[in-house]
């Protein structure tokens, strides 16, 4: 995401009237867009980019070959890809196909369940950095030091000072600042790394520990908000 956090697009077409229709409803979205308008083009800039979103403007067989070779990038995290149909068919791979001829409610309309979808991956992604020390209990109630180096919706990443086991579950009290009060945790290791770096997945919170902690992500996981409802 560019430093305004608004989500950014690569827009691959060489017709103009697609550009400008595609540009303006992207802006509409608060989407940052760059314009490539060779397809050979656009692997590179995705692999060296940090694009979003993926609309596709070519002949469906070009653009059926380029959705295949963007899911085969290593891309840590794939962007969200829309594709443009000439031929009323949708095009395999891509998340969401928009028909031609081209119409502003049309486009309008499917480009909003594209950013409904780059919102929902967006905050089940990300992490918000914090340094929290405090201790956990590991199996038979093991004190295990561990500091919360980051936090988001589906786990959380530690700095441990011992080792553990891959597999491993860890319960602790995480207070975050400014919540309401301190909430409970249960998280299973999934990796560890050199240097006691290790994330977890969660395994159990209270409902009521599991809404703060949704609301506090939510008030600091923020986008650009569109122009327009979504």
């Not at 694009?51 to 290593?74: F, M, P, R």
Request: aromatic share 6%; glycine share 4%.
């Amino acid at each position: 995401m560019t430093p305004e956090m608004a989500f950014e697009c690569l827009l691959i077409s060489q017709d103009s009237a697609t550009l400008c229709t595609l540009n303006r409803l992207l802006q509409e979205l608060s989407i940052s867009t760059k314009i490539c308008f060779h397809t050979s083009k656009a692997l590179d800039e995705l692999s060296h980019g940090s694009a979003d979103l993926v609309v596709i403007d070519s002949s469906n067989d070009v653009t059926s070959e380029v959705v295949s070779d963007i899911w085969k990038l290593g891309m840590k995290q794939k962007p969200t890809v829309v594709a443009i149909s000439s031929d009323d068919r949708s095009i395999p791979g891509a998340h969401v196909t928009i028909m031609r001829p081209l119409a502003s409610e049309s486009c309008a309309k499917s480009l909003k369940l594209a950013y409904a979808k780059m919102l929902h991956d967006y905050r089940r992604h990300a992490r918000l950095s914090v340094v929290i020390p405090l201790t956990a209990f590991g199996e038979c109630d093991r004190p295990v030091p561990i500091t919360v180096m980051d936090i988001g919706y589906g786990g959380i990443g530690l700095n441990l000072k011992n080792r553990v086991e891959i597999g491993e579950v860890l319960s602790f009290h995480l207070s975050l600042p400014n919540a309401r009060k301190a909430i409970y945790i249960q998280a299973r290791v999934l990796w560890t790394r050199q240097f006691g770096r290790a994330g977890c997945e969660f395994l159990q919170l209270p409902p009521v520990d599991l809404a703060i902690l949704h609301d506090w992500l939510l008030e600091r996981i923020q986008v650009k908000k569109p122009a327009v409802c979504v």
